[in-house]
Structures are given as structure tokens and as C-alpha cells.
């Protein structure tokens, strides 16, 4: 298992996970975020919040990126 970080990136921000979520490997954690990212995205509808421009960054513990996955993307319409 490794030890994944799921970064809130808001336009020019970013609000860093310092916990962190371990997953068997790169794919896990691309398939985490997305989970993730509709959780987001539905606390967002239900209090009325922006998502245009919110995206989770997933690193590795050495720093490495895997995968970024906006809110957006999530959305099916």
C-alpha cells in the first residue's frame, strides 16, 4: 500500500491534505479521487457552492503527481 494526498486546488490556491489515504496503487488512487470529487461535488450543490475551477491533485508521498481530476469532470450531463 501507498500513502496518497488528494490537494484541493481552487484557482490559484491550493488547500494541501496532510492526512493522506493509502491505496494498492496509481490506478486506486485515480479511481479514489474521482469518488472523491462527486462527494464534492454533491456537498457543493447542496450548500450552493461554486465548483468552476475546483480540482483534487493526487501526489505520492515522494511528491510524484498522478492525477488531477476536476469537479467538472465528474459531472454527467
Not at 494526498?5 to 496532510?18: A, S, T
Not at 479514489?32 to 457552492?49: D, L, N, R, T
Request: net charge negative; no cysteine; aromatic share 6%.
Amino acid at each position: 500500500m501507498q500513502r496518497y494526498f488528494f490537494h484541493i486546488r481552487e484557482r490559484n490556491e491550493l488547500e494541501l491534505d496532510v492526512e493522506g489515504v493509502e491505496f494498492l496503487d496509481d490506478a486506486a488512487a485515480r479511481r479514489g479521487a474521482i469518488s472523491a470529487a462527486k462527494e464534492m461535488v454533491i456537498e457543493a450543490v447542496v450548500g450552493e457552492a461554486i465548483i468552476d475551477g475546483r480540482q483534487l491533485e493526487v501526489m505520492t508521498a515522494g511528491g510524484d503527481l498522478v492525477a488531477v481530476v476536476s469537479l467538472q469532470s465528474v459531472i454527467k450531463i
